[in-house]
């Protein structure tokens, strides 16, 4: 959707090295999510984002909303293989009828 | 530990058939969901079900049904297939509507209409 933009749409990365994956919306955010998918497979959750300024890690996974700028942005610390995958963000917006709109993905690939 | 679970997996149709993905949640949500998932589009809302009994058109609702048929189990119909919809369709369920509530996906549904 056009209203919930990713960047980048891919992104290679050293093993080891750290990243960043952005997610911006056209309209106001009422609560952000993070999903990993690996290809072939279903969804699986990071984090769910609501308040302004809150930030959330798993393992080494950490995401920032920011409600200034309406974005979230996704920081992954010394990249493992395991962090391979499509990353996709999905947000309530303003208007959106309490349902979530999702972004294009980002897909990460981990060189070794 | 289930989850949501959906069938098939994956499916080729020829234009003009029907058929039905059938989705099931032991997890007691009252809400559950249909997307699409198109490459460059990420997910779309075909329809959704906030509670038992209700249902609800997404963003993309042409071309399918739903029902509803108990708490468990959310169906999606292609009633006559395009090749249009040709896609990975997702079940997902929420203990609620989605806002402030983790939404839970099945592994997806491999579609093919030619």
């Known amino acids: 959707s056009q209203e919930l933009e990713q960047s980048p749409q891919s992104l290679i990365v050293q093993e080891g090295k750290n990243l960043t994956i952005n997610c911006t919306s056209s309209?106001?955010?009422?609560?952000l999510y993070w999903y990993k998918q690996k290809y072939g497979e279903g969804l699986i959750f990071l984090m769910m984002?609501?308040?302004g300024g809150e930030e959330k890690s798993h393992e080494k996974i950490t995401a920032k909303l920011d409600e200034k700028k309406q974005q979230s942005s996704l920081h992954i610390t010394a990249s493992q293989p395991s962090h391979a995958g499509i990353y996709l963000c999905g947000a309530v917006l303003m208007d959106s009828n309490y349902q979530l709109i999702w972004g294009a993905g980002t897909k990460l690939i981990i060189k070794p | 530990n289930a989850g949501v679970t959906q069938t098939p997996k994956f499916q080729v149709l020829k234009t003009g058939q029907s058929m039905t993905l059938q989705c099931a949640q032991d997890m007691n949500h009252n809400s559950m969901y249909w997307y699409r998932q198109d490459p460059g589009m990420g997910l779309r809302l075909i329809y959704y079900s906030a509670s038992e009994g209700t249902t609800d058109k997404g963003e993309v609702p042409n071309g399918y049904n739903v029902s509803r048929l108990n708490k468990r189990e959310f169906s999606l119909r292609l009633e006559s297939a395009a090749p249009s919809q040709t896609s990975v369709y997702f079940c997902?369920?929420?203990?609620?509507?989605?806002?402030?509530?983790?939404?839970?996906f099945g592994e997806g549904s491999w579609l093919t209409v030619v």
């Open positions: 984002l609501q308040k």
């Open positions: 997902a369920s929420s203990p609620r509507q989605v806002s402030g509530n983790t939404i839970y």
């Open positions: 309209k106001t955010l009422y609560g």
